[in-house]
C-alpha cells in the first residue's frame, strides 16, 4: 500500500507560480507511474499530467503544456508538479495518484490509478 501526501498549494496571482510536492510512503514509489489531476469546484477530476517510473517519460493536458512540469525524485519518494504562467481558470484541488499496474508506465484515466492523495487548494487570482 501507498500513502500519499500533497503539498505546496496556495494563493498566487494570475501570471505567478507554484511548485507541489507529493510524498509518497511505501516499497514501490520508484517502480511505478505516478499521475497529477485536479479538480474544480462542480466539475469532475480532470488529468493534468502522469509520469513514468523512471521520469523519462510525462504527458500533459493540453491546456497544461508548455506551462505545467512533472518530474519525481524516487530517492526521496517525492513527486512534484511545477506550475508556471497560472491562470484562474487552474484554481482547482490537485491530487497526487499512482497507478493501479506495476508496468512502470504513464495513464491519463483516472481509473488507472488506485492511491490518491487528500489534495491541495491551488487558487489563482485575476
Known amino acids: 500500500q501507498v500513502q500519499l501526501v500533497e503539498s505546496g498549494g496556495g494563493l498566487v496571482q494570475a501570471g505567478g507560480s507554484l511548485k507541489l510536492s507529493c510524498a509518497a510512503s511505501?516499497?514501490?514509489?520508484?517502480?511505478?507511474?505516478m499521475g497529477w489531476f485536479r479538480q474544480a469546484p462542480g466539475k469532475e477530476r480532470d488529468f493534468v499530467a502522469a509520469i513514468n517510473w523512471s521520469g523519462g517519460r510525462t504527458y500533459y493536458a493540453d491546456s497544461v503544456k508548455g506551462r505545467f512540469t512533472i518530474s519525481r525524485d524516487n530517492a526521496k519518494s517525492t513527486l512534484y508538479l511545477q506550475m508556471n504562467s497560472l491562470k484562474p481558470e487552474d484554481t482547482a484541488v490537485y491530487y497526487c495518484a499512482t497507478r493501479r499496474s506495476i508496468d512502470g508506465g504513464y495513464a491519463i484515466g483516472a481509473d488507472e490509478y488506485i492511491y490518491w492523495g487528500q489534495g491541495t487548494q491551488v487558487t489563482v487570482s485575476s
Open positions: 511505501g516499497r514501490t514509489f520508484s517502480s511505478i507511474g
